[in-house]
């Protein structure tokens, strides 16, 4: 009968044989008498059979979709979340099933797989505990039903605690001062970069607006405003080429992006913020780390944190 063995086995059938035919020996005298280490004794003696296992992967794993791609790369800037954080977002907020390896493989395709510290690229201290500042984006995405038809897409990510909010119904400065009203901490600033453009043909007015409201809502609202170079040139070049090849085929004119605003993305959100552990907050939720920061410097709040301000 021909054995196969695999290629860097230590043991023969024999010898895993006679390893599971005299139980009463210790793992000691079994390693000894075999030649083998104590490891390789407790794997085998235990087993049924004296056969290797197979060693093709248990479950295949599916490949990263050009859409999921770009929804991916997108929440990667609206959260500036790590690696590890990100896997878990990708999951829950946009329901993308992948694995650690894909996901760094997927950032790297787009060249942004190296994130960069705010702290290293704005002119104050982030970690002032009289308030805190707010990272805004705003999207203008192709719509794949319709060229002429783009999605804005406004997100807000609280510097401190990683709180972050979404929105696709309500314009620019309506989403600002909401969130800055409604906001149990004190808003010190907002940190602001030129809008992610991928399909209008007008992107440098579009620019130019985004700046002017950002800047004349500060001031309303004596805020700081600081406004941040583009960080991935090259990531939004791939992102407009692969939006461009989706704009193109058939297959995907009926998707929509899974940013809509709606109750299923609002509990996501929710969800997000008070039930998902991030690894950047020390495996707690942004939630319960802004509890703490009330608990101990209650002074820069306008109002206790509650749950259901997470989830606006």
């Known amino acids: 009968m021909q054995i196969r063995l695999h290629k860097n086995a230590t043991t023969t059938p024999a010898q895993r044989e006679f390893i599971q035919k005299n139980p009463h020996l210790s793992t000691a005298c079994l390693a000894e008498k075999t030649g083998v280490s104590k490891t390789t004794v407790r794997r085998w003696r235990n087993r049924s059979n004296v056969y290797d296992r197979p060693h093709t992967p248990k479950r295949i794993k599916t490949a990263i979709t050009p859409v999921e791609e770009v929804a991916i790369i997108l929440c990667r800037m609206a959260t500036r979340a790590g690696l590890d954080d990100l896997h878990k977002i990708v999951g829950s ?5 992948c694995s650690r390896a894909s996901l760094n493989r997927c ?10 510290s705010l702290n290293n690229s704005i002119p104050f201290d982030l970690k002032d505990y009289t308030g805190t500042y707010f990272y805004y984006n705003c999207f203008h995405l192709p719509d794949l039903s319709g060229p002429d038809s783009p999605v804005f897409f406004h997100t807000l990510l609280d510097c401190s605690f990683r709180v972050f909010h979404a929105t696709q119904s309500l314009s620019g400065p309506d989403f600002l001062n909401r969130h800055i009203r409604d906001f149990p901490l004190k808003v010190l600033g907002i940190i602001h970069e030129d809008p992610v453009v991928l399909s209008p043909k007008e992107g440098r007015r579009i620019k130019q607006d985004h700046a002017q409201m950002v800047e004349s809502l500060c001031r309303s609202s004596n805020l700081v405003s600081h406004h941040l170079d583009t960080q991935y040139p090259e990531a939004l070049q791939k992102l407009t080429e692969t939006c461009t090849t989706l ?3 058939p297959e ?3 998707w929509d992006f899974p940013w809509a605003s709606g109750t299923g993305f609002a509990e996501h959100i929710s969800r997000y ?3 998902l552990t991030l690894g950047a907050l020390k495996q707690k939720t942004p939630h319960q780390v802004l509890e ?4 101990h410097f209650p002074g820069s709040f306008r109002q206790k944190p509650q749950a259901a301000v997470m989830s606006l």
């Open 292 to 295: 703490s920061h009330y608990t």
């Open 252 to 254: 995907y004119q009926s």
């Open 273 to 275: 913020n008070t039930g």
């Open 93 to 97: 907020l946009l329901g993308i099933t």
């Open 247 to 249: 704009q193109k085929a």
């Open 107 to 116: 950032l790297k395709r787009y060249h942004i797989s190296k994130r960069s």
